[in-house]
T-cell receptor
Framework: ETGVTQTPRHLVMGMTNKKSLKCEQH?????MYWYKQSAKKPLELMFV???????ENNSVPSRFSPECPNSSHLFLHLHTLQPEDSALYLC??????????????FGQGTRLTVV | AQSVAQPEDQVNVAEGNPLTVKCTYS??????LFWYVQYPNRGLQFLLK??????LVKGSYGFEAEFNKSQTSFHLKKPSALVSDSALYFC????????????FGGGTRLMVKP
């Protein structure tokens, strides 16, 4: 266990559904991230939050909507997704830049299938 | 812009033999370099990192990596491979303390055969 927990582990949703992915970390970190891992592409950074503020949106379509209510929790709200959005979505946390340990810790991911 | 290249999609090695997984990087400032491992249906696990200091860094499970500034490389090594080392390995780079942008390579699948 890395201290980063993602739920659910698996999700199947229709293109008209609305669902949310949840991430929780118990490491005392103040930076949290969403990554997308597709079968044929490198890991893609989607969003970065530092101290609950979004500091990076890597040109992600608006059908993905992140929310960071506090430094321990991160959500990814999904609506009107496309089949090509099917992927493994990984949450990670770390200390922000200049705040000590630099490595990111990852959750086990949510395997999303859009039908 | 920063980038990472892992030139081999797959590396095959016999159990007990040494292994090397290659990584080269490009970054504007001082590089912070990382290796992660991913087992099937799991997230990424941190293996080791180079921030500063000795060019040879040691990490989990007997892995080590050598930072080579002139060749902009950070190859992952292990003296004696185990079948249980078979997994997907990712190299990643970040520009010093300038931000959170951790950029990953495409991954290399390591297959260790008995």
């Amino acid at each position: 266990e890395t201290g980063v927990t993602q739920t659910p582990r698996h999700l199947v949703m229709g293109m008209t559904n609305k669902k949310s992915l949840k991430c929780e970390q118990h490491l005392g970190h103040n930076a949290m991230y969403w990554y997308k891992q597709s079968a044929k592409k490198p890991l893609e950074l989607m969003f970065v939050y530092n101290f609950k503020e979004q500091t990076e949106n890597n040109s992600v379509p608006s059908r993905f909507s992140p929310e960071c209510p506090n430094s321990s929790h991160l959500f990814l709200h999904l609506h009107t997704l496309q089949p090509e959005d099917s992927a493994l979505y990984l949450c990670a946390s770390s200390q922000p830049p200049g705040r000590g340990n630099t490595e990111a810790f990852f959750g086990q991911g949510t395997r999303l299938t859009v039908v | 812009a920063q980038s990472v290249a892992q030139p081999e999609d797959q590396v095959n090695v016999a159990e007990g033999n040494p292994l090397t997984v290659k990584c080269t990087y490009s970054v504007s400032g001082n590089p912070y370099l990382f290796w992660y491992v991913q087992y099937p249906n799991r997230g990424l696990q941190f293996l080791l990192k180079y921030i500063t200091g000795d060019n040879l860094v040691k990490g989990s499970y007997g892995f080590e990596a050598e930072f080579n500034k002139s060749q902009t490389s950070f190859h992952l090594k292990k003296p004696s491979a185990l079948v249980s080392d078979s997994a997907l390995y990712f190299c990643a780079v970040r520009e010093g303390n300038a931000g959170n942008m951790l950029t990953f390579g495409g991954g290399t699948r390591l297959m260790v055969k008995p």
